[in-house]
């Protein structure tokens, strides 16, 4: 750690924290380029940095750090002549220069040259936040702003090794994959999405206006100023409410079946008022949602477009201003799984209270009834802990420093400032009562997670900074009370994403009093916002091999429990776990490893189903379903293990992941790409069925699932739901939390709630094809032209994907296409980028040059522009 040991020295020569730096940062422009992936032959690439000076005076040649974070290990050692690379911890590395180096002459320039593991071939994945520390100055980072990476364009830099032979989805690709989708017309569509159980469309509409009135039951009175308000925003003023449910423009009726499905409802619409009727609120709640997916989706003056040949009814007696024409249905509905849920990740990088409250709306929209609020990891603790300041004032912040007791380390390019809006952040107790109010409000529960005992770095480096801080107060005993690491452990390890120090001692008895301080309150504040907590999410992902090797405190542990090794340290740590959970009367909820068991079979080490908790009422996230890399039935084999299984493949569910291979889509793809079909094909209890591709996006060899395990009618018993997942590393504002999300968001919200779909159990391969492409016409078409023209207006509208034109050069003409019909493909011929005002295409562009094409949705809002020489 280069820099913390120039703070040592300069501290012991007496140097001036306050001298000002030998060079201005804004006078060092940045760029970085991608070389070669692939690199001799090797999975690994290697680009270089270019530092230019700008200035008139030279860039010294000794006495700076240059820190930046990369989500790729870079090898240490001299990378460039009288440069040394190093790694610090977890994404942030460093340059320092040796001695022999020159500095950099005005207008000259120095490039280094690094080598990473992997590879990279999309935009974010380069190197972020790069700043410099002086040594004069190592308390303080200055960020380097002018900073560029440079697109990779050649073959070499697109391609991940040199045996890639399908480096990019291409245009002709996208086509081919969108003349899939028929057009339907809007009339054809079923008005209520998702899909309800039994739909039944009849002649006439209810006429509905600011004078109507909604009468309930006084068990759904929450409910009926829900509704009030909703429509209200339709015509400018809340419709009046009247107890009881025999009266009213809308009423909410208690069921006389007692015994409804949790969540089940039914609608009836006659001409003179609509029904919703439920034996629980919840059910009410989702009535109300399909009622108003047949609201307008565009401003408060529009009607709903009448079926043709239908004449338009009367207004109601008195009616003044907008009013609404309710086509009617009969529906009888409910929920396939009773598990709906969404896992934000509000650590690696935050997102403020408003933002969560807009996906809260969102998912109530589509009857996500779960909000797993990913609140800690490495880099960052998110909800504030009474009596327990450090967790946010150190754990909730992130920053340049030499001793990480005020804040985190920079992470994902969130620089050395700990006021960027990025690595700091995190929800006061009045902030998480409010998100806790607001879900509950909406019928959506929020189990918060603390993640442990790895990725555990937030919690731990702030009660580190606990400790210091006691201890400088002489309260010893007190600032042993909670601390996480042993100074004694000299284990060595590195985590996935690269953190040496991001696990938790599990042999401390402090550990378990800080898990069970953190359980406590979260239960407390559950409590006070009414939404008690009978489920808490407790981690156990990706803890990395060599932890607790060299811990005294752990092979105390061992010898005096008995145990087999250092392994057995992780069953006994979620044995004491489970205890303080189902103590507080709560269900153990954790990632998949949490449920695994490391063992040997045939000479070599496996891991299996821990048979320890399978009959323990512990449920879990699987994600490990990469296609192609042997794991695909690890969801059905610990489903058949006894344990309550939530579906949250990498494959289908990983919202993080890029929608295509394309340079310049954001998000990871190490789990695969991830586009709106996803979700949307497949099927939770037969997922091999419909899995097409690898990871790479090459289509799967059919014999990919011999010998995997399928789901036995038990072991279906134990899906509980879907999940899907947006992890944050490269989410960092709303606008791309948005786009992430959706429009993948409601493919999964069809499979989470609609009943099983006939092309899903369909056995005939070729029947079940056409059967799934007549489903999937009618689902693009509901997304490109009811839901997302709702979202553009909802909330101030949602910015979701606008996908990229597909495109086909045809005896000389240009053909174009676009996935989601509603949508309308404009372009350009004069080299110009188009706009919501360029030529509509209708049919293939002649022209001499090049064609730009792009896509605009309803708002007017576009994707990305395509280039297509004829």
Known sequence: MHFRFTCMLLLLSGFSFAQAPAFPADGLQVKWEVVENGYQGKAQTLSVFTLINKTKQAFPAAGWTFCYNFIRYVTPGETSPGIEAAHVNGPLFTFRPKNGFKGIAPGDSLKINIVSVAWVTGITDGPEGPYLVWDQQPAKGYALTDYVVVPSTTEKQLRRTAADRHPQTTVEEIYRRNALVADVPLEQLPKIFPTPASYEEKPGVLVLDAAGTIGYHPDFRQEAEYLSAMVGQLLGKRLRLTEGSDQGSIRLEKAADADMAAGAYRLSGKPDAYTISSANAQGIFYGIQSLR?????????????????????????????????????????????????????VARNFHPKQQVLKVLDLMALYKLNVLHLHMSDDEGWRVEIPGLPELTAVGGRRGHSVDELTALLPSYGSGPDVNNTTGSGF?????????????????????????????????????????????KEGKAAEAAEYRLSDPEDKSQYRSVQEWKDNVMNVALPSTYKFLEKVVDELVAMHREAGAPLDIIHMGGDETPAGVWERSPACSTLIAREKLGGVDDLWYYFYDRVAKIVNQRGLQLYGWEEAAMRKTRRDGRNVMIANPDFGNRNFQVDVWNNVMGEGMEDLTYRLANAGYKVVLSGVSNYYFDMAYVKDYYEPGFYWGGYVDVDKPFYFIPFDLYKNAKEDDQGNPLPPTIFTGKDRLTEYGQHNIVGIQAALWSETVKTAARQEYMLLPKLLGMAERAWAPDPAWAREKDEAAAARLYAEAWSKFANIVGKRELPRLARLNGGYQYRVPTAGALVENGKVLANVQLPGMVVRYTVDGMEPTAKSPVYTEPVAAKGAVKLKVFDSAGRGGRTITVRP
Request: cysteine-free; overall charge positive; glycine content about 6%.
């Open 293 to 345: 997916s047949m609201l307008p989706a565009g401003s408060k003056n529009t009607l709903y477009p009448l079926p043709p040949g239908q004449s338009p009814a009367p207004p109601p007696s008195g009616s003044r201003g907008p009013a609404l024409r309710l086509p009617l249905v009969e529906v009888n509905d409910m929920p396939r799984f009773g598990f709906r849920s969404l896992m934000l990740d």
């Open 427 to 471: 929800y006061t107790r009045a902030d998480y009562l409010e998100i806790l109010r607001y879900a509950r409000q909406r019928h959506i529960k929020v189990i918060p997670e603390v993640e442990m005992p790895g990725h555990a770095r937030a919690a731990i480096k702030s009660m580190d900074a606990r400790y210091a801080r006691l201890m």
